[in-house]
């Protein structure tokens, strides 16, 4: 299946219909989709990319370069950029427990449950202060655990396909 040229969601509003990967902040297209089938009804879901390794090496490149500036972005501003990404996806709530329903077939009362849960998480994981500790202070030296951005990482996540 191809999968050519970008396609703007934003025209039609949010929607789970279109899939691209996202590098380095910008919408790219592969030259394969595959997609998967509501298990509740049988019906095809939307294609998704299927990517490479170039892909892949792209996106990597591209988190690393990204990392310098956010490594340098306080904890603060890091903080605040991750609770409007959680807003964004609380106000879409409907829209990501329909994705659930299409992808697992369950019941819709059981997906806003996911959501749901899952934004608890991420709000109260968010709290966790992380501030600097000193672990050892004698003879001259001091040990201090500091909690930073260190590096780029991925997943490779199961996915039910043939």
Request: proline content about 6%; hydrophobic content about 40%; glycine content about 8%.
């Amino acid at each position: 299946m191809s999968n050519r040229g970008p396609v703007d969601d934003r025209e039609q509003g949010f929607t789970f219909r279109h899939f691209r990967n996202i590098i380095d902040g910008k919408p790219t297209a592969t030259l394969e989709t595959r997609f998967s089938i509501n298990p509740s009804t049988g019906e095809s879901n939307a294609p998704v990319p299927v990517s490479t390794k170039e892909d892949l090496d792209l996106a990597v490149s591209a988190a690393r370069r990204a990392l310098k500036g956010w490594a340098a972005t306080p904890w603060d501003e890091r903080k605040d950029v991750l609770l409007k990404l959680l807003n964004a996806v609380v106000e879409k709530k409907e829209e990501f427990a329909k994705l659930l329903v299409q992808e697992q077939g369950k019941p819709l009362m059981f997906a806003l449950s996911e959501v749901a849960a899952g934004a608890r998480e991420v709000q109260a994981l968010m709290t966790i202060k992380l501030e600097d500790e000193v672990i050892v202070e004698e003879g001259g030296r001091k040990v201090i655990r500091r909690y930073v951005p260190i590096g780029v990482g991925g997943a490779i996540v199961p996915w039910n396909c043939e």
